[in-house]
């Protein structure tokens, strides 16, 4: 997906290397996190990968197709930290708007049948259901952010790119909501990067985590996480599991070199 891509800003004091030679490959139906430090550029590459930023180099494809050209014919999800709903449209118009407004894109995965999701099903796989009538602000913060789940679902994409979607939300919703998002994922496997400063959340929710160096990003280190699915809540409960907690952990120290400080339990 993504080849010795590196970027850069300029800022008042000159430029500002973002990220450095950054090569990453996600296979099909494979759900991978990115975690690091602030700065460390995961965002950046998630909007590289959406197609909405140019890399200074390296190479970029969505499954063989342009990031752009996958963007425009709805191959890529994309979910924001913030949920981004139209005050004025009901929760069921709002996950209905992209299919208003696009159309003539393409439905599905590139080189797979795919096919458009009923906006109503989703919503009811994330315990939406009876709230389709009504507009966000009746909605807590935890189902605002279902429903934007929910919208980037609408057209089956190829890749779901995630930047810390949960980050606003209290601990207890956002583990409340991984496992939704968990559930509605295994029943299409759509390819997922997802970007989060949780270490809990990256091993319950991936295949693999990705842990970032300190700016400029880098990509220190791939934990596997073989721990069978589906998981449940009680996952985080197993020693598999927080021996994977462990290693992500010590990789991050290391990327973050001596005396560098890992996120603790919970932390954003």
């Known amino acids: 997906m993504l080849r010795s891509v590196s970027k850069s800003y300029e800022s008042g004091r000159g430029a500002t290397l973002a990220l450095d030679d950054v090569s990453l490959v996600v296979g099909r139906a494979q759900f991978v996190t990115i975690i690091g430090p602030s700065g460390?550029?995961?965002?950046t590459l998630l909007r590289i990968a959406a197609g909405l930023v140019r890399a200074d180099s390296g190479e970029v494809s969505i499954f063989g197709e342009d990031p752009r050209v996958a963007c425009a014919n709805k191959h890529i999800g994309f979910v924001p930290q913030s949920p981004a709903l139209l005050p004025w449209r009901t929760v069921l118009e709002n996950v209905r708007l992209?299919?208003?407004?696009?159309?003539?894109?393409?439905?599905?995965?590139?080189?797979?049948?795919?096919?458009?999701?009923?906006?109503?099903?989703?919503?009811?796989?994330?315990?939406?259901?009876?709230?389709?009538?009504?507009?966000p602000a009746q909605l807590s913060g935890g189902m605002q952010q279902r429903v934007a789940?929910?919208?980037?679902?609408?057209?089956?994409?190829?890749?779901?790119?995630?930047?810390?979607?949960?980050?606003?939300?209290?601990?207890?919703?956002?583990?409340?909501?991984r496992y939704e998002?968990?559930?509605?994922?295994?029943?299409?496997?759509?390819?997922?990067?997802?970007?989060?400063?949780?270490?809990?959340?990256?091993?319950?929710?991936?295949?693999?985590?990705?842990?970032?160096?300190?700016?400029p990003g880098r990509v220190s280190a791939l934990v596997p996480v073989e721990i069978p699915r589906p998981r449940g809540e009680l996952v985080e409960l197993t020693e598999d599991f927080r021996a994977i907690e462990r290693r992500v952990r010590l990789e991050l120290r290391t990327?973050?070199?001596s005396g560098g400080r890992a996120p603790g339990r919970g932390e954003q």
């Open 181 to 215: 998002l968990l559930d509605l994922w295994s029943t299409r496997r759509t390819t997922v990067l997802f970007v989060t400063h949780s270490v809990p959340e990256a091993v319950a929710l991936s295949d693999a985590v990705v842990v970032m160096s300190p700016q």
């Open 98 to 135: 992209p299919l208003q407004v696009n159309r003539r894109a393409t439905r599905g995965a590139p080189g797979d049948a795919g096919g458009l999701r009923d906006p109503a099903d989703i919503l009811a796989a994330f315990g939406l259901g009876e709230v389709l009538d009504k507009r």
């Open 149 to 177: 789940i929910a919208r980037a679902f609408v057209f089956d994409p190829a890749v779901l790119l995630m930047d810390e979607p949960f980050s606003a939300l209290d601990e207890l919703t956002r583990e409340v909501i």
């Open 255 to 257: 990327a973050a070199g």
């Open 40 to 43: 460390c550029g995961k965002s």
